[in-house]
T-cell receptor, first 117, second 112 residues
């Protein structure tokens, strides 16, 4: 069965520090998708990125960057020059093919990031 | 604006009572999902539906029921058989499989 591990339960940094959130996954599928979501204190989940298993290029979006390495089954997320507004819980998720060919996501337990002024 | 609307934001249940959480989307998405979030547990899938009039159990379906009579709506009923219903419930939708899921603001359910 698919599994996503986010070993860091909580991380606390000071504003302007860089921070990396780790995500390790397990799957037997050759085709799969990985996602990162952000959950601010208000509660809703906000989609950040989707990556498919055939695309190992790193991605950069402003202060956010993602490093996907199939060899180590990792999909790590780095925030450069962190800001207080980055404080949230971040979830990594893996797509799984369910019964009837439908798809569902398996989520990690999340990493709570606190950025202090 | 397109999005997912969950109501109510807060809900209280008495013992032995069934309660229904509403989820409506105007994104024209085929797939809809219900998740339960407990502190430190991440999100766990309760039920999901890929098309109207069809739905499947997720990982923790016991004590819950759903219906999908309309594409826009996917209500979740928390029955009296669910012995520990206190949690944060999130509804999501996606246009098709493997696409990003869009989430509502959630409903927080507590027991009186």
């Amino acid at each position: 069965a698919q599994k996503v591990t986010q070993a860091q339960t909580e991380i606390s940094v000071v504003e302007k520090e860089d921070v990396t959130l780790d995500c390790v996954y397990e799957t037997r599928d050759t085709t799969y998708y990985l996602f990162w979501y952000k959950q601010p204190p208000s509660g809703e989940l906000v989609f950040l990125i989707r990556r498919n298993s055939f695309d190992e290029q790193n991605e950069i979006s402003g202060r956010y960057s993602w490093n996907f390495q199939k060899s180590t089954s990792s999909f790590n997320f780095t925030i450069t020059a962190s800001q207080v507004v980055d404080s949230a819980v971040y979830f990594c998720a893996l797509s799984e093919v369910a019964q009837g060919g439908s798809e569902k996501l398996v989520f990690g337990k999340g990493t709570k990031l606190t950025v202090n002024p | 604006d397109g999005g997912i609307t969950q109501s109510p934001k807060y809900l209280f249940r008495k013992e032995g009572q069934n309660v229904t959480l509403s989820c409506e989307q105007n994104l024209n998405h085929d797939a809809m999902y219900w998740y339960r979030q407990d502190p430190g547990q991440g999100l766990r899938l309760i039920y999901y539906s890929q098309i109207v009039n069809d739905f499947q159990k997720g990982d923790i379906a016991e004590g819950y029921s759903v219906s999908r009579e309309k594409k826009e709506s996917f209500p979740l009923t928390v029955t009296s058989a669910q012995k520990n219903p206190t949690a944060f419930y999130l509804c999501a939708s996606s246009i098709t499989r493997y696409q990003p899921q869009h989430f509502g603001d959630g409903t927080r359910l507590s027991i009186l």
